[in-house]
């Protein structure tokens, strides 16, 4: 199957059917963001209206620690939704990721599915492209491609839980941390590495540490299961076996500051605020949401993404004020983890 209709079929599966992880309270109980508790402080001596959520994430600056997570790109309607995501950013002050470019590196005609420059010149932009790429394209050829849509970072995503249960998935892992050293020493942009679902373990960060990567987004379990959405469309029969496969996001998070000192993006399953303060208050730096997105964008295009996000400063603004946190330094270390 090509690219371009398997990505039209993720976006389909995705959205009109349950992908996301079924456990994500029974099974994940001493991991789930329930299992993290914020101390509240009766007496927050703090004016809910001077609490400040601003921050800085690979030399941008931005209102919020969020971003709408890498979804799509290459195929037509891939142009509305970016656009459509990307003014929402635009005008929250938060970050975007743009879907897997491999499509454009392949096929240059398909870089106007990824364009969104013309109505988001401000914010930060992640190009993207799978781990399994990198020993197929340079450095030059990926800094084209980054340049093609004016992003200012690039995010690996790495996705082996996802590969093994698609037909025609790349499933040979070997050696691609070299690789990624590699390419980060080549690459003008900075570069981080993303799971897409399934979370970073200590293993994994403590090898990722060592590339030079800034950042990390751990992408855990708990949200977006990626094993759910490609088995719902192959023919393996491995989906229902290993649907809630992975490090929960809480876990992740906690595992990879164990053993980073860049920057954290807590991702899978984020969606209220609430979330995002736990998140930030157990060691994350920001936070990324994707499927919430994506739906808000097919319901009510740029707008209802707006609102959405705005929901979610506001909802993260009152837990900062709730447990008397003026600005995100003073966030970290808030939280009671019931194990
Ligand atoms: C329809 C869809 C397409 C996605 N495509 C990509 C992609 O091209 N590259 C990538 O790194 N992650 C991709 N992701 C993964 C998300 O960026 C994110 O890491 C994951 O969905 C977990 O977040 P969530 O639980 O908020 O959905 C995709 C997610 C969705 C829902």
Known sequence: MSTKSRKTEHIKIAINKNVQFRKKTAGFENVSFESVELKYKALPELDKKEVDLSTEFLGKKLKAPLMAEAITGGVEEAKKINKDIAKACEAVGV???LGSQRA????PELKET?????VAPKIFLAGNIGITELGKHSAKEIEKALDGVGADALAVHINAAQAAMQPEGETNFKNRVEELRKLVKELKKPVYVKEVGHGIGLETAKA?????VKAIDVAGAGGTSWIAVDSL?????LGETFWDFGIPTVQSIKECRKVFKGKIIASGGIRTGLDCA???AIGADLCGMALPVLKAQQKG????????????VEEMKTAMFLV?????KQLRGKAVVKN
């Open 95 to 97: 970050g975007m990721g």
């Open 104 to 107: 454009m590196i392949e096929k």
């Open 114 to 118: 990824y364009i969104v420059r013309d």
């Open 208 to 212: 990722l540490a060592k590339t030079g």
């Open 233 to 237: 469309r192959g023919k393996k029969g």
């Open 278 to 280: 736990k998140a930030i």
């Open 301 to 312: 295009g740029s707008a209802a993404v707006e609102k959405y996000l705005k929901k979610i």
């Open 324 to 328: 008397g946190a003026k600005d995100l």
